[in-house]
């Protein structure tokens, strides 16, 4: 793993400011401001969608009309004007490209200075990147490989031309349109995201990982990624965020859905480093995402990983159902908050099938003037015998005018089912602090220290090659919180 | 949604009070009793009031007919009743040196409203048709430096079909006093809407123990306020047993340094029995001390819901918030519902919570089976011990026997369905 000390090195060099404030000069082809029908049937032609597709969309549309902004999580932010964002902004159409050489130098440039070399990574241990600049997908490696082994990994506006069948099979079926309001937002006018089917048997060979950025001005992102792997298959997917620092907020509302089938398995981790506004909670991105995996299949497995650092207000219950008999689901989510940022996430297990098993380990950590939120629901219903859920989340408070909340929900409806759950909050040990002063650590140096130690069992479940990234990016966030 | 309905009950609140001055409490409070919770409202969705609205109750008339007086255990000498929410001053005992009863006059009634207004009771519905249809709120007061030894005892009895009773006890321990009180709800009815205010000064301490035993039909909508100072201590513990529904709603503000206050309940369920402990507890100055240990016993198609809310402010420095729910499961349509809450600005604080729902362990039936215990004594007794480390941990130890009675009198109801042979 030579070359990813590249990747270590440019983490390295990310200062205490935030480095990521660039903005990159392209060509980008945008939808008129605001959103109204036409607006949606303007995405679905500029995508050349069937018809099913776009129906489908403005039915979303219809219900979103009528749906409430969801007011009861712990943050607290101005009315988004939902007419004042661009819904649609794409680097202008180029033909397609059959290297990396094809692509964009400038996009590429914006790459490097994320610190990920991506000519390094091709040859890298083997991770497949999958670019979404700007809600258009630019670029995709190793599908060569992957197609070999019968695993689809691509844009879903390209699913949606050439697997049209698996798209409108599942599209949807997790998360219905009209789950929330910002599910149903993102059902009318998503603009593209991943889609990745494994079929029976097969292992992916390597992590698959995407890339986002927001960049264009004003343009709110609309992400889907459809997640499919059937029987006896197995898949990791990354997925890491960046975005150039803006005075105005920027909304991203995702929607990510995943099914597993009979004794399948997926892993999906996080990263999110988006801009958290400045020191003063000016600007940021506001990041409302729903995110749900289905264990369809008996002793099927999801897996959540995330490491929550940046956006300045984050709205995020990466959940599970657990439907088959014998799944497990897992939520391991560190979640930092510096000066004005306001994060409310967490998890819910849906215990539906026999012997299900859940695990969360949560670790909040809160600095400045911020609030970070556990919310998680634990559900056992009536037939899921013999389930079982293990909850832990620990809260962090670093300076006295944060906050740390945590509101676990636990609704059990079947006596052979046991539920667990403990929190804990409290501040970093004065005698950790000392020993590690005593040792020649600046306090800066050993709140890192000692944060990490707090979200360990959060990080080791992360890939390689996002562990290292994020050890460091919990390091930058905190900076400025102590002395 | 309830909200926009026209309810019965509500507009019986309404024309109860309509004759009244514009400036009595009693009007002061009923113009805010203008729906039922909405079930979309975070803290009553777990505990739905649909049904209520869809009943005929009025507010019980004060030539009420008087219950036959069942026959209590009576632990100590000292009773005060009340019969269909009145206080009944020729029922009771005379009180211990130190110890005075008085009913508020309308100025009185006016301050105490105004506390309970200040409080997140405010939009409570037992307190603002308590304070329309109350027959009069009580005070319960205990002298500065006096210290009550004997137990006090109040018994809440009476209601009739079709109506609601509406008891409001202000309980006030003054600087340096201390006071034990068990309180008894043994209504029939169809809806009973306690309202309390417990004020415990400086140094002053209370040690309470409240038995929730009203007829099955009967709706129990508890609503607590408790206001704690400087050092002052408060030893709480409930028993949920009785009602088709029962919720007991309490707020605690600890707003003296180094106060200390310990919330216990129990709760046992069978039938189609629906217990709710909703608490929420605010520490607003520094060093103070909360614990609160719950446990439930669900049989039968019952429901639990353990709500607790342990919210610290921003200069409640070295709180200490511990919580602890533990619910058992014995039937298959039992259900269980907890929702611990931490909600923290102080950054130099100790707070845990741990909730557990399941059923009973696996191990310790084997170990008892194994010892040539049968099957459903060995739950028997793991269920009695379960209760047993609870109430001897939160009651004193004269009333152990008696708390630990009610408790099995409760269990061995329902019990007597899931476990055959039930001794």
């Given at each position: ?73 712990m ?298 939120t556990y919310r998680g ?28 909340h945590t509101v676990p929900y636990i ?10 759950h403990?929190a ?60 | ?41 975070e803290t ?234 909703t608490t929420a507890i ?24 353990f709500q607790g809310k342990v919210k ?9 918030g511990?919580q ?14 907890a929702k611990p809450e931490l909600e923290i ?6 707070c845990?919570h741990?909730a ?68």
């Amino acid at each position: 793993m030579v070359a990813t000390q590249e990747t270590i090195n440019k983490v390295n060099e990310v200062g205490s400011a935030y480095k990521y404030g660039f903005v990159t000069d392209l060509e980008s082809e945008k939808a008129p401001l605001g959103l109204n029908e036409d607006i949606v049937k303007f995405i679905s032609s500029k995508k050349n969608e069937p018809k099913w597709l776009l129906d489908w969309r403005l039915k979303a549309y219809k219900k979103w009309l009528t749906m409430k902004e969801p007011d009861w999580a712990m943050v607290d932010f101005p009315k988004i004007n939902f007419q004042d964002i661009y819904y649609y902004s794409a680097p202008k159409a180029k033909p397609k490209l059959n290297s990396l050489d094809e692509v964009d130098p400038e996009l590429l440039k914006t790459y490097e200075k994320l610190g990920i070399p991506i000519k390094e990574q091709e040859m890298l241990a083997g991770v497949a990147v999958d670019y979404v600049f700007d809600s258009v997908s630019v670029a995709t490696t190793f599908r060569d490989k992957l197609a070999k082994e019968g695993i689809i990994f691509c844009p879903i506006s390209e699913a949606v031309q050439n697997h049209p069948d698996l798209v409108k099979k599942y599209i949807g079926s997790v998360i219905p349109m009209n789950d929330n309001y910002y599910a149903a937002l993102n059902s009318a006018v998503f603009t593209d995201g991943s889609f990745v089917y494994v079929p029976k048997g097969v292992k992916c060979p390597m992590e698959l990982s995407t890339y986002f950025r927001i960049n264009e001005q004003n343009s709110g992102q609309f992400e889907r990624t459809l997640i499919i792997v059937e029987d006896n298959s197995y898949v990791s997917y990354l997925e890491g965020c960046t975005a150039p620092q803006r005075d105005e907020n920027q909304l991203h509302a995702a929607v990510v859905e995943l099914v597993a089938m009979d004794d399948a398995e997926i892993k999906y981790s996080t990263v999110q480093n988006w801009y958290p506004g400045d020191k003063d909670g000016k600007g940021g991105i506001y990041n409302f995402v729903t995110k749900r995996g289905n264990c369809l299949g008996n002793r099927s497995k999801i897996s959540w990983t995330q490491v929550e650092t940046g956006s300045a207000i984050t709205w995020k219950y990466p959940s599970c159902v657990l439907r088959g008999d014998n799944s497990v689901g897992e939520f391991y989510s560190v979640a930092v908050a510096n000066n004005s940022q306001q994060a409310d996430t967490g998890t819910k297990m849906i215990h539906i099938g026999k012997n299900t098993k859940s695990t969360i380990i949560s670790k909040g950590i809160s600095a400045g003037k911020a609030q970070n939120t556990y919310r998680g629901q634990v559900q056992i219903q009536k037939n899921a015998k013999g389930a079982r859920n293990f909850t832990q989340c620990d809260s962090l408070l670093i300076g006295d005018k944060c906050g740390a909340h945590t509101v676990p929900y636990i609704n059990q409806h079947t006596p052979s089912a046991r539920v667990e759950h403990e929190a804990t909050t409290s501040k970093i040990s004065e005698d950790q602090l000392f020993y590690c002063l005593q040792r020649g650590l600046d306090t800066e140096q050993a709140t890192s220290l000692i944060v990490n130690g707090f979200c360990k069992e959060v990080m080791k479940e992360l890939p390689m090659e996002f562990a290292v990234e994020a050890q460091k990016l919990i390091g930058i966030s905190l900076e400025g919180s102590v002395g | 949604m309830l909200h926009n309905i026209k309810d019965n009950y509500i507009t019986s609140v309404n024309n109860y009070i309509k004759n009244f001055d514009d400036k009595s409490f009693r009007k002061l409070a009923g113009k805010d009793f203008k729906s039922w919770p909405d079930p979309l409202e975070e803290t009553w969705r777990l505990s739905r009031l649909g049904s209520l609205s869809r009943k005929k109750i009025e507010p019980i008339s004060l030539d009420a007919q008087e219950p036959i007086m069942s026959k209590l255990n009576v632990v100590g000498s000292n009773t005060i009743k009340f019969i269909n929410g009145a206080f009944r001053k020729d029922m009771s005992s005379n009180l211990p040196k130190g110890v005075s009863l008085i009913e508020l006059n309308e100025s009185e009634s006016v301050t105490f409203l105004s506390k309970i207004k200040n409080s997140n009771l405010k939009n409570h519905p037992s307190a603002n048709a308590s304070l329309s249809c109350t027959p009069s709120i009580v005070k319960l007061s205990v002298d500065k430096n006096a210290k009550i030894e004997e137990l006090l005892e109040i018994h809440f009895e009476g209601g009739v079909e079709s109506s609601s009773v509406h008891p409001v006890l202000f309980v006030e321990l003054n600087e340096n006093s201390s006071l034990s009180i068990i309180e008894r709800f043994n209504h029939t009815g169809s809806l009973i809407m306690p309202l309390q205010l417990i004020e415990i000064k400086d140094y002053a301490s209370l040690n309470s123990i409240k038995v929730f035993d009203d007829s099955h039909e009967s709706y129990n909508l508890a609503a607590h306020c408790i206001i704690m100072s400087h050092k002052s201590l408060l030893n709480s513990f409930s028993l949920i047993k009785g009602s088709q529904f029962t919720r007991s709603e309490t707020h605690a503000y600890l707003n003296g340094t180094n106060a200390k206050l310990n919330l216990n309940g129990v709760y046992i369920s069978g039938n189609k029995q629906h217990h709710d402990l909703t608490t929420a507890i605010y520490h607003n100055v520094e060093e103070c001390i909360s614990k609160q240990i719950v446990r439930g016993v669900l049989g039968g198609e019952s429901t639990g819901v353990f709500q607790g809310k342990v919210k610290v402010a921003p200069n409640a420095q070295k709180t200490d918030g511990q919580q602890m729910s533990k619910a058992i499961l014995i039937s298959d349509k039992a259900s269980a519902n907890a929702k611990p809450e931490l909600e923290i600005y102080a950054d130099d604080v100790v707070c845990a919570h741990g909730a557990t729902v399941g059923e009973l362990d696996d191990d310790q039936l084997f170990y008892l089976n194994s010892r040539g215990i049968s099957k459903d004594k060995a739950r028997l007794i793991l269920i009695k011990a379960f209760l047993l480390d609870i109430i001897s941990e939160s009651v004193e130890e004269t009333l152990h026997d008696f708390i630990f009675n009610e408790a099995q009198s409760a269990l061995s109801s329902i019990l007597k369905n899931e476990i055959e042979e039930f001794v």
